[in-house]
């Protein structure tokens, strides 16, 4: 391979090469031909909006010497008569792997987790790897090649598919002859990323998207730390990615969510991203459109489900039934708002599904010159090859492809795919299209024939009024050979018909019976249905699919818009404000403008809703403190610290449970971190804004938190045998872990205040911020050694733990959480569920709380957090708390512990309308949410929840026959995989990369 490749570097500094010609040739003679070929008489797209009608293309040496109306041809020059055929010019891949063999995965002995890089002299991590250039390990690949020319496809960007970083792509022509001297356009284009860590490596961090997000954003701060000299050792991984910033940067998103998540790290660094999406854009497109991104677009659509077991078919998701309805439409909508796509072949099974689906897209509304450009002058734009790809104007590489007609549609053939002047004949230009429908006339028997399918294999289907026969069909050099089966179904007989075609429309032969008796046939075109026919197909394209409206969020109990702010007034309710005025009742409550705007009785508001209140209770939203769902990863499990990722890069905010959350009055939730390590990641403060977008949801000028743990999680207990190989591997050296740690943020925060040069490390700048008091720490704890342990290692390093959660032992040293000024966040009554718990009680709150402790009840689980108010309802029965005492357990106090009390957490007049109106006494188990409101608007209506479930069960039932229907059509159907979303607790450990 080094050979070969040596071999190349001689030839980058020529952008285009035909033959060397001070190579030796020992297999022929040596003259080269040169003349010009002109193909006369076409419909030629020049660009996608450029067409010209019975013009001409002139090529030689594999370029475009001109194309037009009135093109003088050269005596020299080949002429090719293409009456009635059109030129496209051939399509662009931007996104492949073509030529790379395929990464093979890190061999070891070791079954141990491996923290370390393998690699010397590159960056810390392996799976960074911008020193890898594709054009290394390319090799030519016939087979691949030959099936992309079919599809359409020149030119192909390739890349190695492997690492967070890979390294850059490698472009080259799709030529059936010569070799990579020639097919070689750009040894290096473009700096690929991906999401998924290299396969060449065991090296466990990141093992969760957040983790690689914090190791894009280290990696950016490194490379420019080391750009200026100010790191002594040799690092060829930065180097490389400097030296690629000028590239065009492509990162495979692959959903949504990602393309928002990556494009806040582009903008931090000043890079725009080119992301490969996920065929999901329609659902927010109003955000993807503000990246102002560049966007590589699969045409994978979904395949219909199997919907004929009814069982199994009630397991499907309105949203995966949604998806197969809608995602077709997905390239209309992004052209709809002006967004700069490109086609992709990437993740399709077979790179001839391409055109079907691009079809599929021109049913659902695509526009066909939107469709051309984003396969020929988009991507040639996007890869920055403008003057040289995607079009056939002067200059321009002779990639072209001459067809029967209109490429978008159904019989269109393909005949050719010209690839930098060199012709590969996907079908004979003087291919016969048999497909349509005839009457056969056999042996004076009356049979009706349809052939259909692609014109390379072609399918047929014989039948009488009263019978079907099995039949076969063969189509080649103009001789037609057809096999069908007799009407006597009891035997096995056939009766064979050959023919020398000459015309479609009429055609006969020799028809061979099972008797060997030989007699003649007649096909005859049904010329009329056939019109018809094309008339019915043309006004059945006219009218698009029936397309279901995207809902906030697109699932079940999604919105048909995104809910809007009211003026509400609340009259005659039992208020609990949780102030000094404690219990209201037949209190009036007004919100405006998103805040509590009055209190009081007799209350009046002009054009507000009014809602009568009488006999039902009017509380603050609870407020879940310890939580883990609407997030995509729960541990960063790499490292024993991993204080640089934040759960605010991994928010889902289509997580179900949100909204059965809002059903349980949960207004506000703190996503924490898992207990993976010792020091975890940043928490994210979050509204339970359902339909709304990720950013959206999370509190302005939020507070911040840091996850720590104590105990057996994080010194790796219950991981297994072979994955107690990490510090620490006991309690004290838990207790060394933050020593360390802290002394090194207290060197780190010193050398930045003293305004010399530093190296910015988003680990230590979180912990800095923690000595510093501007963040403050949740920290999982059990056993009161460890409790007492970590508040004196805060004392040490001057700042207080601001809550100890889960703090099932905590009635041991709740005098000295009193005195340390550290809060409480426990469950009710869990307890004996593992070792370290076997001392819990359920009194655990109450004496807490009697001792001075602002003490909240979380829950730690996505079923729990929708009956917090039964939970605080425990206190009452455990430890004699007043009504008003618990229910502050699950509002007010754990507002306190999130430094969110002036906004949330009581009704006061100028806070925030985060409010729930109860059916019944809050700590009742009988009351029920029947309105969840939040910044003034309503998020849950118990009414309209029962109107949307009989919605949701009308929508899965016409989608449902929608693919029913699909299926009976004859179209793709898949099985169907009941799926099942992993419920995230503080010990879910996700190898997910």
């Known amino acids: 391979m080094k050979k070969t490749l040596a071999f190349l570097g001689l030839l980058l500094c020529s952008q285009w090469i035909i033959a060397q010609e001070y190579f030796p040739k020992n297999d022929g003679v040596k003259t080269n031909t040169s003349n010009y070929t002109a193909f006369t008489n076409a419909k030629i797209y020049i660009t996608p909006n450029q067409i010209i009608n019975n013009g001409t293309l002139l ?14 041809i050269p005596k020299n020059a080949i002429t090719i008569d293409v009456s009635g055929k059109t030129i496209y010019p051939s399509f662009i891949e931007t996104y492949s792997d073509f030529g790379i063999k395929p990464v093979e995965n890190a061999s070891s002995d070791r079954r141990s987790p491996q923290y370390d890089a393998s690699r010397e002299g590159y960056y810390w991590n ?68 991906s999401t998924s860590k290299s396969k060449t490596s065991r090296q466990m961090y990141p093992t969760s998207l957040m983790g690689t997000m914090a190791l894009l954003r280290q990696v950016n701060l490194d490379a420019d730390w080391y750009a200026k000299g100010n790191i002594k050792e040799k690092d ?7 030296a690629n910033r000028n590239q065009i940067q492509i990162l495979n998103a692959s959903s949504k969510e990602n393309i928002l998540r990556f494009d806040k790290i582009g903008d931090q660094f000043n890079t725009q991203y080119i992301f490969v999406a996920g065929g999901d854009e329609y659902e927010w497109i109003t955000d993807v ?61 077979e790179e001839k599904d391409l055109l079907s689906n691009l079809k599929k897209a021109i049913e659902y509304g695509l526009d066909k010159t939107k469709a051309l450009e984003a396969l020929t002058t988009i991507p040639a734009q996007i890869l920055g090859k403008s003057t040289q790809l995607g079009h056939l104007k002067s200059g321009a590489y002779a990639n072209f492809l001459i067809t029967s007609g209109d490429i978008f549609e159904d019989n269109t053939i393909l005949y050719q795919n010209w690839v930098t002047g060199i012709k590969d004949e996907i079908n004979p230009m003087n291919t016969k299209d048999l497909r349509g429908d005839y009457t056969l006339q056999i042996d004076n028997t009356e049979y009706q024939l349809t052939i259909n399918g692609e014109i390379e294999k072609l399918k047929s289907k014989i039948k009488t009024e009263d019978n079907e026969f099995g039949s076969s069909i063969a189509f080649k050099d103009d001789w037609l050979k057809l096999t069908l089966t007799t009407k006597d179904t009891t035997k096995q007989e056939f009766i064979r018909l050959m023919s020398h075609v000459k015309n479609t429309y009429k055609f006969s032969g020799k028809a061979y019976l099972p008797n060997g008796k030989e007699t003649t046939f007649i096909a005859s075109k049904k010329e009329d249905a056939t019109n018809d026919k094309k008339e019915k197909d043309k006004n059945n394209k006219t009218e698009q699919p029936n397309i279901y409206p995207v809902t906030y969020p697109n699932t079940a109990f999604g919105y048909e818009s995104l809910p809007q702010q009211e003026t509400i007034l609340f009259k005659n309710a039992t208020v609990w404000t949780n102030e000094a005025d404690g219990i209201l009742e037949q209190t009036d409550v007004l919100i405006k403008n998103g805040k509590i705007s009055k209190i009081g009785k007799n209350l009046s508001a002009g054009n507000a809703t009014v809602v009568d209140a009488t006999g039902k209770h009017l509380t603050s939203g609870i407020i879940d403190e310890h939580s883990h769902i609407a997030t995509e990863s729960v541990n960063e ?3 024993n610290s991993t204080a640089e990722v934040t759960i605010e890069d991994v928010i889902d905010a289509e997580d179900i449970n949100i909204y059965r959350n809002l059903s349980g009055g949960v207004t506000s939730i703190q996503i924490l971190h898992g207990s993976a390590n010792p020091i975890g990641g940043r928490s994210a403060i979050i509204k339970l804004k359902w339909g709304e977008t990720p950013e959206n949801l999370i509190y302005t000028n939020t507070p911040k938190f840091i996850k720590f743990a104590l105990g057996e999680n994080v010194k790796q207990s219950n991981w297994g045998d072979y994955s107690k190989n990490r510090f620490p591997q006991t309690r004290m050296g838990v207790e060394q872990v933050y020593v360390d740690y802290f002394q090194r943020a207290k060197e780190y925060d010193a050398l930045k205040k003293s305004g010399k ?41 001057n700042f207080n733990i601001n809550t100890f959660t889960h703090i099932l032992e905590g009635y041991k040293v709740a005098d000295k959480m009193v005195k340390h000024g550290v809060g409480g966040s426990t469950f009710s009554d869990w307890w004996a569920y593992k070792y370290e718990v076997n001392d819990a009680i359920p009194f655990n709150a109450p004496i807490m709380h009697n001792a001075g402790v602002t003490v ?19 206190s009452v029965k455990y430890g004699d708390i007043s009504e008003e005492d618990a229910w502050k357990f699950v509002t007010l106090n754990p507002a306190k ?10 009704i006061k007049v100028g806070k925030d309308a985060d409010v729930v109106l109860w059916s019944d006494h809050p700590l009742s188990i009988y009351a029920k949410a029947e309105k969840t409101i939040i910044d003034g608007t309503v998020y849950f209506d118990i009414e309209k929840d029962k109107a949307m479930r009989n919605a949701l069960k009308t929508q899965k039932s016409e989608l449902t026959n929608l693919m029913l229907q699909a299926k009976n059509k004859g179209l793709k159907t898949k099985p169907i995989e009941k799926k099942e979303k992993e419920q995230l607790h503080c010990d879910s450990v996700e190898h997910q990369l």
């Open 897 to 906: 512990l999130l430094h969110i009390d002036d906004r949330v957490g009581s």
């Open 126 to 193: 392996d799976h960074i790897r911008p020193d890898q250039n594709a054009i290394d390990f390319f090799q030519f690949d016939s087979n691949k090649a030959e099936k992309l020319r079919k599809a359409g496809f020149g030119v192909v960007n390739s890349h190695i598919d492997d690492g967070i970083i890979q390294g850059t792509g490698v472009l080259v022509t799709l030529a059936s002859e010569g070799s990579n001297a020639t097919r070689l356009l750009d040894k290096k284009l473009g700096q690929f990323y």
């Open 289 to 349: 459109k503000a990246t102002n991104a560049q966007l590589i677009v699969p045409i994978n659509f979904p395949d219909a489900y199997d919907m004929e077991d009814p069982l199994m078919a009630s397991s499907v998701s309105l949203a995966d039934l949604k998806a197969w309805n809608q995602s077709p439409a997905n390239p209309k909508i992004l052209a709809e708002h002006n967004i700069t796509f490109a086609f992709t072949t990437h993740d399709l099974k």
């Open 757 to 797: 040069p530093y190296r910015k490390d988003i680990e230590l700048e979180t912990l800095a911020e923690i000595l510093n008091k501007e963040r403050f720490i949740s920290c999982h704890s059990y056993v009161q050694s460890e409790i007492n342990m970590l508040m004196k290692v805060a004392e040490q390093f």
């Open 59 to 72: 090529i030689k040496d594999g370029k475009v010497v001109s194309s037009g109306s009135n093109i003088t």
């Open 236 to 242: 060829l991984a930065l180097e490389a990615f400097n």
């Open 856 to 874: 909240a009840i979380n829950s730690d689980d996505a079923e729990m957090s929708r009956r917090l108010n039964q939970e605080a309802a425990k």
């Open 637 to 639: 499990a790499g490292q």
